[in-house]
């Protein structure tokens, strides 16, 4: 018989910590920005109690019974509550998303520790409005630490069989550390999703608890330790939750130091230490993993029915309390605790055979079921087409429909999507990325009798400066920068139109638009001698709230305040960028600009749909064909009031 690490009741108290603080980030970002970093408490608390876990069995149990002891305490410990979780949740956004497929199979990759990878082939961005909907997004943090815990009991055999060996261990764990934390700082501001949702990449902050736990073995390096005070590095925790998103890498580190001196720290007595080991602080740490699993899928359900302002909080809350409470009582404690088999090999098998019960049931429902369990067929309402099929994808299919939209530059495509079908006529090119794109029946309508051609890029890649064009690598940003204003440039000819176009609610490009007008003015400059006009559009800015959680439904309270915004704060938000495009024009004479963003709003309000009814969103940014054609007089207008026409051709 193994004998069970010491209970420290004051890890449970930080566990609270850092489940509260997620919940508030998820529930308002603006309360509690940095609040995500309570995942980072995670990390290290975990790092921490396997670690502890571990050390007094490596030496009383062989290699096979080390490692069945190690994976059936966390398939037991994991497990149950997640099945639990997925099953029921997966149900019900089966039943209020249109499209559940991506949500689905995210939940299915949850299951096996793998959610993290598949958000990352999605390229889905932790702080992205495209998340929000998806009730397993938040697995992705079980996703790093199972796939941490597949190398490290092995690691840990090999090394913790003598003192020299042990020494060599840490060495050894230090440098894994240090790497992954260079790797997680280096990629942050190039490729967000893999910097956030990698295991290498976050290595070192379960290393950090490991490290605390074996320094902890040094009993004169314990006592002096021990001597670090509590509370205001307590305090100072909870002041990282507060911090700016652009201090995100300074706050990850500060959040996982903390938490470790914490760790050594707390085990003294003094005030952060009764606060932590209060009955109610208790009760949220013995709870967290499940009231984690349980939060997250009651706000993404919410979002899609109620919404989250102001009342419906009050609602929310309970709701989660309880369900995790249920979850904890009558699935992850006592499933924990039973014995499942003498058999312990036996016992990983029932893991297993749950996990892929539950996985076998969605994997139908995300597959030949798609869509048919979605209230709005059952009541008879129907697909929302507009969401279900954009302008780039059938999502119900999963083809593409734009070839000259893509994800990542390919040099190929240069010839294939701005070669002029006819010779005999003028042509307009639009580049750009998605909301570029978002315009091309716009700039059809308006330049009828010539040739529309368009080779646009996605995942923020626009026309941008070097340096930032050089921070969207996946997409090949910087090449297809250079490469597609060079093909360009070789062949359009006089008469011919740029149309420029890029996103502009993200980051300070609204507000500080100097570095991308400079650049679109040399794009323009280098065409001027070619007797070829530069058109720059706006950006749409569209409400804060998704289309999806805006519809006409029985189930959903479609007035939600954030499904449309003040027109009048749109323009306010956009004048930096308007004063500074129309003063760039002024220095390019064949530089336009034409700005369209109000131009599918009301007197008052810019909503989800036109006066006819026409939807106008596909999703939080990108606009459907018909509410794109609405643009063209709008466009053509713009233009006339700039006498951008001249003997029936673009002039200045």
Same mark, same amino acid.
């Given at each position: 018989?193994?004998?069970?690490?010491?209970?420290?009741?004051?890890?449970?108290?930080?566990?609270?910590?850092?489940?509260?603080?997620?919940?508030?980030?998820?529930?308002?970002?603006?309360?509690?920005?940095?609040?995500?970093?309570?995942?980072?408490?995670?990390?290290?608390?975990?790092?921490?109690?396997?670690?502890?876990?571990?050390?007094?069995?490596?030496?009383?149990?062989?290699?096979?019974?080390?490692?069945?002891?190690?994976?059936?305490?966390?398939?037991?410990?994991?497990?149950?509550?997640?099945?639990?979780?997925?099953?029921?949740?997966?149900?019900?956004?089966?039943?209020?998303?249109?499209?559940?497929?991506?949500?689905?199979?995210?939940?299915?990759?949850?299951?096996?520790?793998?959610?993290?990878?598949?958000?990352?082939?999605?390229?889905?961005?932790?702080?992205?409005?495209?998340?929000?909907?998806?009730?397993?997004?938040?697995?992705?943090?079980? =996703?790093?630490?199972?796939?941490?815990?597949?190398?490290?009991?092995?690691?840990?055999?090999?090394?913790?069989?003598?003192?020299?060996?042990?020494?060599?261990?840490?060495?050894?764990?230090?440098?894994?550390?240090?790497?992954?934390?260079?790797?997680?700082?280096?990629?942050?501001?190039?490729?967000?999703?893999?910097?956030?949702?990698?295991?290498?990449?976050?290595?070192?902050?379960?290393?950090?608890?490991?490290?605390?736990?074996?320094?902890?073995?040094?009993?004169?390096?314990?006592?002096?330790?021990?001597?670090?005070?509590?509370?205001?590095?307590?305090?100072?925790?909870?002041?990282?939750?507060?911090?700016?998103?652009?201090?995100?890498?300074?706050?990850?580190?500060?959040?996982?130091?903390?938490?470790?001196?914490?760790?050594?720290?707390?085990?003294?007595?003094?005030?952060?230490?009764?606060?932590?080991?209060?009955?109610?602080?208790?009760?949220?740490?013995?709870?967290?993993?499940?009231?984690?699993?349980?939060?997250?899928?009651?706000?993404?359900?919410?979002?899609?029915?109620?919404?989250?302002?102001?009342?419906?909080?009050?609602?929310?809350?309970?709701?989660?309390?309880?369900?995790?409470?249920?979850?904890?009582?009558?699935?992850?404690?006592?499933?924990?605790?039973?014995?499942?088999?003498?058999?312990?090999?036996?016992?990983?098998?029932?893991?297993?055979?749950?996990?892929?019960?539950?996985?076998?049931?969605?994997?139908?429902?995300?597959?030949?079921?798609?869509?048919?369990?979605?209230?709005?067929?059952?009541? =008879?309402?129907?697909?929302?087409?507009?969401?279900?099929?954009?302008?780039?994808?059938?999502?119900?299919?999963?083809?593409?429909?734009?070839?000259?939209?893509?994800?990542?530059?390919?040099?190929?495509?240069?010839?294939?999507?701005?070669?002029?079908?006819?010779?005999?006529?003028?042509?307009?090119?639009?580049?750009?990325?998605?909301?570029?794109?978002?315009?091309?029946?716009?700039?059809?309508?308006?330049?009828?009798?010539?040739?529309?051609?368009?080779?646009?890029?996605?995942?923020?890649?626009?026309?941008?400066?070097?340096?930032?064009?050089?921070?969207?690598?996946?997409?090949?940003?910087?090449?297809?920068?250079?490469?597609?204003?060079?093909?360009?440039?070789?062949?359009?000819?006089?008469?011919?139109?740029?149309?420029?176009?890029?996103?502009?609610?993200?980051?300070?490009?609204?507000?500080?638009? =100097?570095?991308?007008?400079?650049?679109?003015?040399?794009?323009?400059?280098?065409?001027?001698?070619?007797?070829?006009?530069?058109?720059?559009?706006?950006?749409?800015?569209?409400?804060?709230?998704?289309?999806?959680?805006?519809?006409?439904?029985?189930?959903?309270?479609?007035?939600?305040?954030?499904?449309?915004?003040?027109?009048?704060?749109?323009?306010?938000?956009?004048?930096?960028?308007?004063?500074?495009?129309?003063?760039?024009?002024?220095?390019?004479?064949?530089?336009?600009?034409?700005?369209?963003?109000?131009?599918?709003?009301?007197?008052?309000?810019?909503?989800?749909?036109?006066?006819?009814?026409?939807?106008?969103?596909?999703?939080?940014?990108?606009?459907?064909?018909?509410?794109?054609?609405?643009?063209?007089?709008?466009?053509?207008?713009?233009?006339?009031?700039?006498?951008?026409?001249?003997?029936?051709?673009?002039?200045?």
């Amino acid at each position: 018989m193994v004998r069970a690490e010491a209970y420290r009741p004051e890890i449970d108290g930080l566990r609270a910590v850092a489940v509260l603080a997620v919940i508030a980030n998820h529930l308002d970002r603006s309360v509690l920005p940095s609040g995500h970093l309570g995942v980072d408490v995670f990390f290290v608390i975990s790092g921490y109690v396997i670690t502890a876990s571990v050390l007094p069995r490596v030496r009383l149990l062989n290699f096979r019974e080390f490692l069945l002891d190690f994976y059936i305490r966390r398939v037991k410990r994991l497990v149950p509550a997640l099945a639990v979780f997925v099953l029921v949740a997966g149900a019900f956004i089966a039943l209020l998303d249109p499209f559940p497929r991506m949500s689905l199979r995210t939940g299915i990759a949850a299951l096996f520790g793998l959610s993290n990878l598949y958000l990352i082939r999605q390229a889905a961005d932790y702080f992205a409005a495209s998340v929000e909907l998806n009730p397993f997004v938040h697995t992705w943090s079980l =996703g790093v630490e199972e796939q941490f815990y597949l190398l490290f009991p092995l690691a840990i055999w090999t090394f913790a069989s003598g003192r020299g060996r042990m020494r060599t261990f840490v060495a050894l764990l230090v440098m894994v550390a240090a790497a992954s934390l260079a790797c997680f700082v280096l990629l942050y501001d190039t490729d967000k999703p893999l910097a956030y949702f990698l295991m290498p990449t976050r290595a070192w902050e379960l290393a950090a608890g490991s490290l605390v736990c074996l320094a902890q073995r040094d009993g004169e390096r314990a006592a002096a330790a021990r001597g670090l005070p509590a509370t205001p590095l307590l305090v100072l925790l909870l002041a990282s939750f507060f911090c700016p998103l652009r201090f995100a890498v300074e706050a990850t580190v500060a959040a996982v130091a903390l938490t470790a001196g914490l760790i050594v720290a707390l085990q003294g007595r003094g005030l952060a230490h009764r606060a932590l080991t209060a009955a109610p602080v208790q009760y949220l740490g013995k709870t967290s993993y499940s009231l984690y699993l349980w939060h997250w899928g009651v706000i993404s359900v919410a979002r899609w029915t109620i919404g989250l302002e102001g009342w419906s909080v009050l609602l929310l809350l309970p709701l989660m309390l309880a369900l995790s409470h249920a979850s904890y009582r009558f699935v992850e404690r006592p499933l924990r605790h039973a014995t499942w088999s003498r058999v312990g090999a036996r016992t990983l098998g029932y893991g297993a055979g749950g996990l892929a019960a539950v996985a076998s049931l969605l994997l139908v429902v995300a597959g030949p079921l798609d869509g048919w369990l979605y209230l709005g067929r059952l009541v =008879g309402t129907g697909d929302p087409q507009h969401i279900v099929r954009t302008w780039w994808k059938d999502l119900r299919t999963g083809r593409s429909l734009d070839a000259c939209h893509i994800d990542a530059f390919e040099t190929a495509t240069l010839r294939r999507c701005l070669t002029r079908p006819s010779e005999g006529r003028a042509a307009v090119f639009l580049i750009g990325d998605s909301h570029a794109r978002n315009y091309a029946p716009a700039v059809a309508g308006a330049f009828r009798g010539m040739e529309v051609l368009h080779l646009t890029v996605g995942r923020g890649c626009a026309l941008l400066p070097a340096a930032e064009a050089a921070r969207v690598p996946q997409a090949r940003c910087a090449q297809y920068n250079a490469e597609v204003v060079d093909y360009v440039a070789a062949h359009v000819r006089e008469g011919d139109v740029v149309a420029i176009g890029q996103r502009l609610f993200e980051k300070d490009r609204a507000t500080n638009p =100097g570095p991308y007008l400079a650049n679109v003015t040399a794009i323009a400059r280098r065409l001027a001698d070619r007797g070829v006009v530069v058109l720059l559009l706006d950006g749409t800015a569209p409400p804060k709230l998704d289309p999806r959680e805006c519809l006409d439904a029985p189930w959903q309270v479609a007035t939600k305040p954030g499904c449309s915004i003040d027109r009048a704060a749109v323009e306010a938000a956009f004048r930096p960028f308007d004063e500074a495009a129309r003063l760039a024009t002024h220095t390019a004479p064949n530089l336009f600009y034409a700005p369209l963003r109000t131009g599918l709003c009301d007197e008052r309000a810019c909503g989800q749909a036109l006066a006819d009814g026409t939807p106008i969103w596909h999703d939080r940014g990108h606009i459907t064909e018909k509410a794109a054609l609405a643009l063209a007089p709008r466009l053509a207008a713009a233009l006339a009031e700039q006498q951008f026409w001249a003997e029936g051709r673009p002039a200045r």
